[in-house]
T-cell receptor, first 116, second 116 residues
Framework: EAGVTQSPTHLIKTRGQQVTLRCSPI?????VYWYQQALGLGLQFLLW???????NRGNFPPRFSGRQFPNYSSELNVNALELEDSALYLC???FGQGAGSNQPQHFGDGTRLSIL | AQTVTQSQPEMSVQEAETVTLSCTYD???????LFWYKQPPSRQMILVIR??????QNATENRFSVNFQKAAKSFSLKISDSQLGDAAMYFC?????????????FGTGTRLTIIP
């Protein structure tokens, strides 16, 4: 069974540009989570999508946004990139709310975003 | 808001020995879920073990076990018979049982080195 897949693996952008990161969840999972892992800051929760709806977002500015498609894959968009957006962006998936909240999240390999 | 603290930024252990990684958390909730994740240099976050707070019995997965002390809000990870493949960053994580709050809150991690 395929795990969570993310693309691309690495991106280099400059300040002010926009970027889109992609995530495909494990088959059968309807929830997708996005986390930012910046150097020295640990993992910070960004966004959670379930059944196509945004369910919760972390303490990030509105230029971080995303969406979930009918096939449960997801995109994370970051506009007006800043130097501090350089980080590893991790996507995770799990069974949805109806399956109970003890469902673990399974992570992808991440996308390394570097801002020059 | 919940917080998770890992007070050991780095730990090392001789191969085949036992090591314990510490984690404490702060919450006002009576029921919740706790996880340990491992992140090797390949950067994928791998679920190691999980514990439901309502269960008094400590979780065990092969060489990995936890010491869950609910009153003390402590959740340590014990790795027995350490192997070279155990070298990684280890993250402790908390998850609320409440719908709409399924995000993981992570500690800052402990880097584990295995000495041959």
């Amino acid at each position: 069974e395929a795990g969570v897949t993310q693309s691309p693996t690495h991106l280099i952008k400059t300040r002010g540009q926009q970027v889109t990161l992609r995530c495909s969840p494990i088959s059968g999972h309807t929830s997708v989570y996005w986390y930012q892992q910046a150097l020295g800051l640990g993992l910070q929760f960004l966004l959670w999508y379930d059944e196509g709806e945004e369910r919760n977002r972390g303490n990030f500015p509105p230029r971080f946004s995303g969406r979930q498609f009918p096939n449960y894959s997801s995109e994370l968009n970051v506009n007006a990139l800043e130097l501090e957006d350089s980080a590893l962006y991790l996507c995770a998936s799990s069974f949805g709310q109806g399956a109970g909240s003890n469902q673990p999240q399974h992570f992808g390999d991440g996308t390394r975003l570097s801002i020059l | 808001a919940q917080t998770v603290t890992q007070s050991q930024p780095e730990m090392s252990v001789q191969e085949a020995e036992t090591v314990t990684l510490s984690c404490t958390y702060d919450t006002s909730e009576s029921d919740y879920y706790l996880f340990w994740y491992k992140q090797p240099p390949s950067r994928q976050m791998i679920l190691v073990i999980r514990q439901e707070a309502y269960k008094q019995q400590n979780a065990t997965e092969n060489r990995f076990s936890v010491n869950f002390q609910k009153a003390a809000k402590s959740f340590s990870l014990k790795i027995s018979d350490s192997q070279l493949g155990d070298a990684a960053m280890y993250f402790c994580a908390y998850r609320s049982p409440n719908f709409g709050n399924e995000k993981l809150t992570f500690g800052t991690g402990t880097r584990l080195t295995i000495i041959p």
